[in-house]
């Protein structure tokens, strides 16, 4: 919509037109004149703010003028003032029956005319607003993405019902409680922080926000990406908050990565196992001999591990598994777990350290989910180390909170620059050139990683080593209560 208020004037009267012109364009509007014999076409076409009709000029009849104006659909809503030199309650009513808007006498004066313009123009862009609000008020009410209106980063203005439901606005009071406020009674986790740290400040770096809601008896897992959507600056200085349910997305996602990381590392071995079967394409093999009895051995034992391989990667490569309610880990197994990736990877890691008051503690997470995240911590740590031989250290420690521990991944490869730091969660950031100078693969690990942790109700963090070249990642990962942990 243009924003000076367009007028179309209808006289044919051309000294009266630039007395017109000489009262009205010192005020900043728009000005279009035009014959009776076009001012349908022109109004058609210019849809103009407020029609001014001289209805004696006009022939044979100003008020027919003004019927044909309001019998078209289109020009229906446009509103239409009346210039008139006999004013008296007949002509009046005339007018009003012909649907004009408002009268004014001639000889015109000035202030009277700016009035009576400035007044309908502003009426009628108001009218237009009360129409697109409504407009758009309908729209945001059938979305199934939630929208708010929020001043300050916290009051909130206003939520479509999406927003109430996903916030739990059920009582229009519960309003002012704040944005903030209410991600907080609803058990949402603000993550990854470094991206909620400047809110409601655009995004450092494009990193996406999120509240997650981790699964429990009575809901399921929720993700919701918060985006602040770009705004025509108003003086309300409120901001539009998209809430989007990307859940099915994340679980999608998870999936992929699941069945790419499981086939990467699981198959791999089995598979070079059965390469020695080529033997058999020596006609004058002796298959008696020694050699070839141990070369078949290994392909049996291969052949037997890759289907049980392949079963193990159908049975949990859905995603949802890694995460299922109530699933465990023993703290007490991470050793046995760890041999098992260290054969595949051919990695040394050393024993894990684990606080003797957690040995018998178990993990608020499943062991397929623990393993893909250390697969793909190990592996990282290999492909970054200049000579691909790191030494790792995996040390797990109560944390701050007694619900909770610290698992750390430490390796003696290279520091990553500090700007980076917070960017790895981001899914498809790949760190690989600060390291090598290469991008390889999908740059989905650590962005895996973090969405296994947040949904389960932990944390992740990456630094830099400060004793020696490396990095560290550090997870926060839920306990089991005591009680639970007995059923165990």
């Given amino acids: 919509m243009h924003n ?155 939520a479509n019902s999406c927003a109430r439901f996903y916030l739990g606005l059920l009582k229009e009071s519960a309003l002012k409680e704040g944005f903030l406020q209410h991600i907080d009674k609803q058990h949402y986790r603000r993550e990854p922080e470094a991206a909620w740290e400047n809110w409601p400040n655009s995004n450092v770096g494009a990193m996406p926000r999120y509240l997650v809601r981790s699964e429990t008896n009575q809901m399921p897992l929720l993700w919701l990406q918060v985006e602040l959507l770009e705004s025509p600056s108003d003086s309300s200085g409120c901001q539009v908050v998209r809430l989007r349910d990307v859940s099915e997305q994340m679980n999608l996602q998870q999936q992929m990565w699941t069945f790419q990381t499981l086939v990467s590392h699981k198959l791999r071995a089995p598979l070079n196992g059965l390469v020695g079967l080529q033997f058999l394409d020596d006609r004058n093999i002796d298959l008696g001999s020694k050699r070839a009895l141990s070369l078949l051995k290994i392909a049996r034992e291969s052949a037997k591990r890759l289907q049980v391989q392949i079963l193990d990667i159908l049975r949990y490569v859905d995603s949802s598994q890694l995460l299922q309610l109530n699933s465990t880990f023993k703290l007490a197994k991470l050793s046995t777990l760890l041999n098992n990736i260290k054969g595949d990877l051919e990695i040394d890691t050393g024993t894990p350290q684990i606080d003797e008051v957690l040995t018998e503690a178990f993990l608020a997470f499943s062991s397929q989910a623990l393993e893909l995240v250390l697969r793909e911590l190990l592996t990282n740590a290999k492909k970054f180390h200049p000579q691909q031989n790191p030494t790792i250290e995996i040390v797990i420690t109560p944390a701050p909170d007694p619900q909770s521990v610290l698992l750390c991944v430490s390796d003696n490869g290279r520091h990553l620059p500090s700007q980076e730091l917070t960017k790895v969660w981001t899914p498809y950031y790949q760190s690989e050139r600060y390291f090598t100078g290469e991008v390889k693969g999908m740059g989905l690990g650590l962005a895996m990683i973090a969405r296994l942790v947040w949904s389960s109700c932990g944390s992740c963090r990456l630094y830099n080593r400060e004793d020696q070249p490396g990095i560290t990642v550090e997870l926060t990962l839920p306990l089991v209560s005591t009680s639970e942990s007995k059923n165990c």
Avoid at 84 to 90: A, F, G, R, T
Avoid at 146 to 155: E, P, Q, R, S, V
């Fill in 4 to 158: 000076t208020s367009r007028l179309l004037i209808i006289n044919n009267d051309k000294q009266e037109c630039e007395i017109l012109g000489n009262f009205l364009l010192p005020n900043h509007y728009e000005l279009i004149f035009a014959t009776e014999s076009e001012v349908l076409k022109r109004a058609t076409e210019l849809m103009p703010d407020l029609i001014l009709l001289d209805v004696m000029d006009s022939t044979p009849d100003g008020f027919k003028l003004c019927q044909q104006l309001r019998s078209d659909i289109q020009l229906a809503e446009i509103p239409i003032l009346i210039l008139i030199s006999l004013e008296n309650e007949q002509t009046r009513l005339q007018g009003l029956e012909a649907g004009a808007d408002d009268f004014i006498s001639k000889p015109i004066n000035e202030l009277e005319l700016l009035a009576r313009v400035r007044t309908i123009t502003r009426l009628k862009r108001y009218r237009h607003l009360v129409v697109e609000r409504s407009r758009f008020e309908w729209a945001v009410e059938q979305s199934n993405d939630g929208y708010l209106l929020i001043n300050n980063g916290n009051a909130i203005q206003y």
